[in-house]
Each structure stands twice: as structure tokens, then as C-alpha cells.
């Protein structure tokens, strides 16, 4: 009998136990019959999934393969089940979504009372980090990212454009002078990120060349939230996405500063994805809904300062 459903299972959930008696105990099964189970499975595909050590498992490159298929493939084999026992049902179940802190409390929060709203059964699981996530070690359906994707396997669906803006508020500037160039900013509390991938240098045109001016200032953080609360409070400057400030600068809460000196660099933002032809109805249906919300989003005129609930 044709048991490859059976076998995906016990290899998932060997990788995620992350040993073979882990999954054992977790499937109410003997180490040993896993064991075999797996080896039946590589011996059936011709080819190792698994490298054993006495430390930890780990995949080949196909077995790592071979799990994103299973996992994807044995998700659609639930979600059709339920679909079909339920008459057809709406698409349900529990969704992991990633994001940049800034685009996801600025853009991504304010729509999701809308999408619970028209998928009263689809649970989000949202991850707010300005650090890179791996979605298949980190489990997470979408991603949504921002500035240059590295090449992948991924599926990148667009969702628009961003730039930079240098900003202060009020009070700071009133305080501590306007910077009128670029070397100004070397006297000045310049708010920078820690995360592995910030770039540390703040690049700006100056006398018809671009400069990359070394700026330090009395905050690091990883998030560009942090930056726009410190700068409206007064603290110092920062650099950070144009639909992060627009709506404060319109308000008067900030004010953008070196506008002709700053280089515009148009990030682009995606949201990422494992795969398209074997997508779950849940993820379909919230990338359908959230996609064009966010591309509205990023096209407001800047006095806005949220996107519409839908």
C-alpha cells in the first residue's frame, strides 16, 4: 500500500522534533520504527534526507527541499479535508506573518480588523522585527520586506516603494541649530539602527559628489519605531522610511531636514512567500486581501497618516 502521505508526516516531524526519538515520543511511535520509517523513505527517492550526528540532525540540501515540499503539500491535505467536511468553508486556520517593526504597526496593523472581519477563521500569527527571517527555519508564511531581496526561491509579490527622510523634531532643531550640509550632521545626535544589516553611514551629496558621512549619536536600536518616538521627543535626528514620518511631518511633529542634500533611496517592499502553485487557501486569500491595501497604502498622499480599514 501507497503510504508517501505517511511517511511526509513522520519526516516533518522528525525535523521539527529535531531528533528521531523526539518525534518517537511526540507520535506515540518507537525510535525504531521511525528510524525505519526514514530510511524506507530514502531508500524509496534514492537519496539521503538526513544526515544523523551524535549532537543534532541535520538536512541535505534535498532533504531540506523534500521537508518544504512535505510540509506545503501535507497543509493542503488538511485544508482540503476540512474544506470538504465543512461543505466548502470559508479558508481557516492559523497564518504566520512576519514584518519590519515600522511598516507593520504603520501599515500592516490597521487593516487587520478588516481581513478577521472577512476571514472570521484565519488566525495571524504577526512577528514584528527588523531582523531578517528565514521562513522556512522560522515556520513563517509571508514575509514583508523591505529594501533588496537576495536571490532565493521565495515567491516576491510587490508592494510598492519607499524613501528615506532625515528628520528632527521642533524643539531639537530649536535647540541645537539646523543642519544646513552634510558635515553639520557631524555635531549633531544622530539616531542610528544595530541590527547586522543597517548601514552605518548616512550617504549625502555634497559639493556635486556623494559623501558617506560616519554618524554617531546616543541611541542604536533595531527597530525604526524607536527612532521616530526619540526623534519626536526631541532626543535627535534619524533616517528612516518615508510612510514611517509622513503623517508626524504633516502634523508638524517633525521636520525634515538636508531635503536636497539627502540621497532618495527608493527601497522596495515585498511580501514573500513560499511557493505558488501549492499555496493554502488561508495564505492566498491573506495575501489577496493585505496586497492591495498595502500598495494604497504607500500611494497616499504624505498628509495621511494611516491606511483606510479597507
Known amino acids: 500500500m501507497d503510504n508517501r502521505a505517511g511517511e511526509m508526516m513522520v519526516f516533518v516531524q522528525v525535523v521539527e ?34 544526515e544523523r550526528s551524535t549532537r543534532r540532525l541535520l538536512l541535505t540540501d534535498e532533504g531540506a527541499f523534500y521537508y518544504e515540499r512535505s510540509q506545503r503539500l501535507l497543509a493542503d491535505l488538511d485544508e482540503t479535508e476540512q474544506q470538504i467536511a465543512q461543505g466548502g468553508a ?20 490597521p487593516i487587520l480588523p478588516a481581513f478577521f472581519e472577512a476571514y472570521p477563521k484565519i488566525i495571524i500569527d504577526l512577528s514584528l522585527s527588523d531582523e531578517v527571517v528565514d521562513l522556512y527555519l522560522e515556520r513563517t508564511d509571508v514575509a514583508i520586506r523591505v529594501g533588496r531581496l537576495p536571490d532565493s526561491n521565495l ?25 544646513k550640509t552634510p558635515e553639520d550632521l557631524l555635531r549633531h545626535n544622530c539616531l542610528g539602527f544595530n541590527f547586522r544589516r543597517a548601514n552605518p553611514v548616512w550617504p549625502m551629496r555634497e559639493g556635486g559628489r556623494i559623501v558617506e558621512r560616519m554618524l554617531s ?28 514620518v509622513r503623517g508626524p511631518i504633516a502634523r508638524g511633529e517633525l521636520v525634515e531636514v538636508l ?34 491595501r498595502l500598495q494604497r497604502f504607500l500611494a497616499e498622499d504624505p498628509a495621511a497618516a494611516a491606511p483606510p480599514a479597507r
Open 217 to 244: 549619536g546616543s541611541l542604536l536600536t533595531n527597530n525604526g519605531e524607536t527612532i521616530r518616538r526619540i526623534a519626536m521627543a526631541g532626543v535627535g535626528i534619524g533616517r528612516i522610511a518615508d510612510y514611517h
Open 17 to 50: 522534533a529535531g531528533s528521531f526519538s523526539e518525534a518517537a515520543r511526540q507520535l506515540m511511535m518507537t525510535p525504531s520504527t521511525v528510524s525505519k520509517l526514514i530510511q524506507r523513505l530514502e531508500a524509496r527517492l534514492g537519496i539521503r534526507l538526513v
Open 155 to 179: 515567491v516576491a509579490r510587490k508592494i510598492g516603494t519607499t524613501k528615506r527622510r532625515i528628520v528632527a523634531s521642533p524643539a531639537y532643531l530649536a535647540r541645537w541649530g539646523v543642519p
Open 90 to 109: 470559508a479558508p481557516e486556520g492559523l497564518i504566520r506573518v512576519s514584518s519590519s517593526v515600522s511598516f507593520g504597526t504603520a501599515a500592516l496593523e
Open 259 to 292: 531635503a536636497d542634500s539627502a540621497i532618495v533611496e527608493a527601497d522596495e517592499i515585498h511580501a514573500l512567500y513560499r511557493g505558488a502553485q501549492h499555496l493554502p487557501a488561508r495564505v492566498r486569500a491573506f495575501l489577496d486581501f493585505a496586497v492591495p
